[in-house]
């Protein structure tokens, strides 16, 4: 008893047609799909704004702090914001960027600060 849709004469205990190219269910391709049998180029990974903030904040410690750390704060939620959404990569990089950066800022307020307080009991 073969399924006369079939050219080959087979079929599945479930009713399923066999055949060179089994049907499979979830609208998945068949494992190996692709021009070499291993599936399509891996999808490569934006880091650009990631490696941004952490030179930037790293950078910003030294030269010109305020404008740099805050450059860097930017990039890293940028950079973190496409991460959790999958299109970027880097993630560890821009939460580094975004501690430093938020670490420097802090540092510089706490100078102004003992600045001003110094300044104050100086008279």
């Known amino acids: 008893m073969s399924n006369p849709q079939d050219p080959h004469g087979q079929q599945d ?12 269910s979830g609208g998945y391709p068949p ?3 692709g021009p070499s ?15 941004g903030s952490l030179v930037c904040s790293i950078v910003g410690i030294f030269i ?22 999958g299109e970027a990569g ?5 939460m580094a960027g975004l501690i430093i950066g938020y670490v420097t800022i802090a540092l510089i307020i706490v100078a ?9 009991f100086d008279r």
């Open 64 to 85: 010109c702090p305020a404008v740099l750390s805050i450059v860097g704060i930017v990039l890293g939620h940028i950079a973190v914001g496409k991460a959790d959404r």
């Open 31 to 33: 494992p190996g799909y």
């Open 90 to 94: 880097g993630r560890g990089m821009a």
């Open 112 to 120: 102004v600060i003992v600045a001003i307080a110094i300044g104050a």
């Open 13 to 24: 205990p479930y009713g399923h047609p066999s055949g060179p190219f089994p049907q499979q």
């Open 37 to 51: 049998g291993y599936g399509g180029p891996p999808q490569s990974q934006d880091q650009g704004m990631a490696v």
